[in-house]
């Protein structure tokens, strides 16, 4: 009996390494499993800081469980340091909390979907921005390999005033300003620019 399993041992561990080997992409956030129709993305600009609310759907298209894994990516260079007070929650169809581990420089997570399942997670971070500009990654949509069906994005301006941002903005509230796209495969990322108060300047 020894014997035969000591045989069978060497094809045991090649499946397990074969099965490793397949499910690490899809675990890891490089090749996506579940689809990802649409987004909506509120940004809170403060004069030296952005903070972002991103809420995202996603939907399992097939007739059985799946994992996916999940990174979550934003914009670092010596005027925008890594974000703080990072978080993700699944809120749709129930609230479940959402363990985020730094692994290989990346922020990751995962979420299991039941078949045919949607689900809504929102992810949220703040970011220094002594530049007074602001950065949301838009280009992550292409690994997904499907345009965004919707995608919504608003910044929200907290003692500032807009200067610039390279997709035109409308304003749609008191010092609230936005965009729409559908059918959204973006080509550049979300840059904006913006300049404090003056009576922010004398507070």
Known sequence: MFNKFREN???????IL???????PFLAGIVPIVRFPSEQID????PEFIVVKGAYVYENPFPFPVTQGFTIPFHQDPQHPPPVHISATVVSPSIQPVRIR???????FEVTFSPYEQKVVEVSYRQAAPS??????LRTTKPWRRPLSKGDYR???KGVDLVDSNYPVSQVGHHVFSFSRTDFMP???WQWKWRVKQD???T
């Open 9 to 15: 041992c060497p094809v045991s561990v090649f499946l």
């Open 18 to 24: 074969l099965l490793c080997l397949f499910t690490f």
């Open 43 to 46: 940004i809170d600009v403060f």
């Open 102 to 108: 730094h692994i290989f420089g990346k922020h990751r």
């Open 132 to 137: 007074k500009c602001g950065y949301y990654l």
């Open 155 to 157: 910044l929200m301006l």
């Open 187 to 189: 080509e550049i990322d």
């Open 200 to 202: 922010e300047k004398n």
